[in-house]
């Protein structure tokens, strides 16, 4: 089992930038993909990106919502058992709630019931 924690949300105007981060416990991170979703208020919970596993086929490969590409950028780093989404060029509708995830088995998904642990989230909100 992994706990995931988030950290790195806070107020920021638009254009401006956020790093986040998501520290894991446990001694086999870098087995798990790990991906980034965010919910707003009274929406579903959505897909922003996510990470390969490390030995995977595609090891390293990063996947993202087209509502993100080139904005934002997904990576990790096993020896800190980290993964982080630093996020640029921010637009108020960037504003959720910003949850970690982490997926024990097989390649990436991209809907929340794809993976098995799931961080408490960090809020975002992006002022115009």
């Known amino acids: 089992q992994v706990q995931l924690v988030e950290s790195g949300g806070g107020l920021v105007q638009a254009g401006g930038s956020l790093r986040l981060s998501c520290a894991a416990s446990g001694r086999t991170f870098n087995t798990y993909a790990m991906g980034w979703f965010r919910q707003a208020p009274g929406k579903e919970r959505v897909f922003v990106a996510t990470?390969?596993?490390?030995?995977?086929?595609?090891?390293?490969?990063?996947y993202y919502a087209d509502s993100v590409k080139g904005r934002f950028t997904i990576s990790r780093d096993n020896a800190k058992n980290t993964v982080y989404l630093q996020m640029n060029s921010l637009k108020p509708e960037d504003t959720a709630v910003y949850y970690c995830?982490?997926?024990?088995?097989?390649?990436?998904?991209?809907?929340?019931?794809?993976?098995?642990?799931w961080g408490q989230g960090t809020q975002v909100t992006v002022s115009s």
């Open positions: 995830a982490a997926r024990e088995f097989g390649m990436v998904a991209t809907t929340p019931s794809g993976y098995n642990y």
């Open positions: 990470i390969t596993r490390s030995g995977a086929r595609n090891d390293g490969s990063t």
